[in-house]
């Protein structure tokens, strides 16, 4: 048997045991309640986490998605881009290639309206025309084409041009003054106002001389008739006034004039116009011919016109010497001019087009 303190410290060891032995449970039901809670919480954090990477595999897939969308987008768009640019290039290169090919047909075209109309104006008109629609587009290839037209129209201004707008107002003046010029068969007007008026005076002068004469010889040649006959110095007075009458009248009807053609003098008032018209009608046909460039024409009707003037007018008057001088003007300077080819901008036109 036991000692009473043998069984005293068993029961306290047994107490301390039992107490241990609860304090263990104890923990051990809060450490189950924490792992309880614990794998509540993990679970519900699981869920969430499956629920999260769903929604991050849904998200993805669309992400995916757009991203393939994006890159086919992209794709497309980077197609279209190239496309867009080779037509940018095409259409640049067609305009290119339209611009010299309209300012080949112009220049063409200019040259065989200057070869038929013998002007060099609209060669230079188109010329000048190709000049200006090249520095607009400014594209270094049009650079040698533009140099090119620059030369060609130089050389053109070089050859020169005929003046035809003055050349025809001069025409057209000489034709206007045709009407007034004097003829060689036709009577001075004006000289013979003048030597009427002269003849007046001198009627009315000796007309006062003879009477002064016959007043003063008046009262001897009473006396005379008185002592039995008229006077001498009455009859040498009437004597020298028939005279002049008769003189008078003999210069009214002869007129001596110097005449180099004699077919100018036997020209009639009524060819005389007849004359005036033709000449008109042949100065018109030179002006038809002006126009019209045909200078073997011009000058035909230019000669047949001076003809008439040397043949039939007075080379003495200043109106016939002033026509006959703007008709020799025009015969100089209306002349046929060469009009040179554009061969420089056509070689560049070509080189151009050909892409070297």
Known sequence: MLPWWALALLVVLSAGALGLAWNTQQRLKRAELEI?????????QAAEARLLARQSESAARETAAK???????VA?????????EELIQSLSRSRDENVLSDVDAALRLALQQSAITGSAEPLLSALRQADERLARYQQP?????????LQDLDRVKAAGTVDVQSLA?????????????PLLAAIDRRGAQRDAASRTAGDRASDTGSSASSSGAAAPARAASAAGGPGPQWLDARLRSMLHQVWTEVRDLVRVTRVDEPEAALLAPEQAFFLRENLK????NARLALLSRQFDTLQA??????G?????????????????????????????????????????????????
């Open 301 to 306: 009707d230019l000669r047949d016109a001076q």
């Open 67 to 73: 991203v393939a969308l994006l890159e086919a987008r």
């Open 308 to 356: 008439s003037l040397d043949r039939y007018f007075d080379k003495g008057s200043r109106r016939v010497e002033l026509a006959r001088e703007q008709l020799r003007q025009v015969a100089q300077q209306a002349r046929q001019v060469t009009v040179p080819r554009p061969d420089a901008t056509l070689a560049a036109l070509a080189t151009a087009v050909a892409g070297r």
């Open 141 to 149: 290839r049009m650079d040698r084409v533009r140099r090119a037209v």
């Open 76 to 84: 497309e768009t980077s197609l279209q881009r190239s496309q867009l």
């Open 36 to 44: 309880v809670k614990r794998q509540e919480d993990s679970g519900t």
């Open 281 to 284: 009608l042949r100065l018109l």
């Open 169 to 181: 107002i001069r025409i057209d003046e000489t034709v206007r003054a045709i009407d007034d010029l």
